[in-house]
């Protein structure tokens, strides 16, 4: 990425990072990581609305011809930053695989509602939606002025017509079945809540970065000062439409570090049956006892928690998860664990 007043001069930076001795190529000999001249590409980025000569990069006797958009990390970026052809892509990418889901949703022989309607929840919204924090902006924040461009209402409609197709596939219904109807009957959560809670993530994601992370001062600039008018970044429309999530409230968390001969202060024993172990918990001296429990019984999963102050049983609690088919034994025990500390 080279910066500079004119398209020509950010050129020039770019043939001499690469010719000049120490350069580019020079690091690639080094490396043994020679660079395939077939996949050089460039793009003029450039703030001046009226158009300017794209000059061509010359690399070593190859000419690069300047390209209206190039992929970066699986996000278009176009001259103008408007992503216009990273929503198209998503698009595209939607309909594919709607196409594939419906090869195998076929109402004869094909596969149920809740199999087509995870694999468009797994598979088709991730795809669509990748890296929707850089080229969507917020639904609730509507966009004016010099920023109208970053305006995602039109790529939002036409995720939303996605949306309602694998919807109709899932549950049925008619092609004048309203939108938000057939989310509701397919168990879908409508298309501009999920973008919502990608974007809400990513705030969160930018509110708890370290302070050694290169984003952390730009965090802090576009919680400061809010949005700006002219060339805002994806930062400034996330912080600024979710006012709620900011680095100060944000719970720090650290990592906790144990030498490698450090041994746990809890004395953990087995017994070999139930009785003994009941006799053990009996014999125990401590005043104040908690129990926790999971088990499974008859295709059920369940989990106990009992507090005993003086070898009377003071509070319990009990809490049936549901059937063995979406709960385990482990999970289980670990609810088991938290209804005993709710127990004191």
């Given at each position: 990425l080279a910066v500079?007043?004119?398209?020509?001069?950010?050129?020039k930076v770019l043939q001499e990072l690469v010719e000049t001795p120490d350069g580019v190529d020079d690091w690639a000999a080094t490396h043994n990581s020679i660079f395939g001249a077939a996949k050089d590409q460039v793009c003029h980025f450039s703030q001046k609305k009226r158009q300017e000569e794209r000059p061509v990069l010359k690399l070593n006797g190859a000419e690069v011809q300047p390209m209206e958009a190039v992929k970066l990390v699986g996000v278009w970026l176009d001259e103008n930053l408007t992503f216009k052809q990273q929503a198209?892509?998503?698009?595209?990418?939607?309909?594919?695989?709607?196409?594939?889901?419906?090869?195998?949703?076929?109402?004869?022989?094909?596969?149920?509602?809740g199999q087509v309607r995870r694999l468009y929840?797994?598979?088709?919204?991730?795809?669509?939606?990748?890296?929707?924090?850089v080229w969507l902006a917020p639904v609730r924040q509507?966009?004016?002025?010099?920023?109208?461009?970053?305006?995602g209402r039109a790529a939002m409609k036409k995720l939303t017509s996605i949306q309602m197709k694998a919807a109709r596939m899932i549950a049925g219904g008619m092609v004048s079945s309203p939108a938000d109807l057939l989310d509701a009957h397919a168990d879908l959560l409508p298309i501009n809540l999920v973008v919502d809670k990608i974007l809400h993530r990513a705030a969160v994601r930018y509110a708890s970065i370290p302070e050694s992370h290169p984003l952390h001062e730009e965090v802090r600039k576009a919680v400061r000062y809010g949005h700006v008018k002219k060339h805002p970044a994806p930062i400034h429309f996330i912080m600024t439409a979710y006012k709620d999530v900011r680095p100060n409230r944000v719970e720090t968390i650290?990592?906790?570090?144990?030498?490698?001969?450090?041994?746990?202060?809890?004395?953990?024993?087995?017994?070999?049956t139930k009785e003994e172990a009941k006799e053990r918990a009996l014999a125990e001296p401590?005043?104040?006892?908690?129990?926790?429990?999971?088990?499974?019984?008859?295709?059920?999963?369940?989990?106990?928690g009992v507090l005993m102050i003086d070898g009377v049983v003071k509070r319990q609690k009990g809490l049936l998860l549901?059937?063995?088919?979406?709960?385990g034994v482990y999970e289980a025990e670990g609810v088991g664990q938290i209804l005993a500390l709710e127990c004191l």
């Open positions: 500079g007043d004119t398209l020509r001069d950010t050129t198209a892509a998503a698009q595209g990418r939607g309909h594919e695989w709607l196409a594939k889901f419906r090869r195998i949703a076929r109402v004869s022989g094909g596969v149920g509602p929840s797994a598979i088709c919204v991730p795809r669509m939606l990748y890296a929707a924090e509507r966009v004016s002025g010099e920023n109208r461009r970053r305006d650290r990592a906790v570090r144990r030498k490698a001969g450090w041994k746990a202060g809890l004395k953990v024993q087995v017994d070999a401590s005043r104040v006892k908690l129990f926790s429990d999971g088990s499974l019984v008859d295709g059920k999963v369940g989990a106990a549901g059937s063995a088919r979406h709960y």
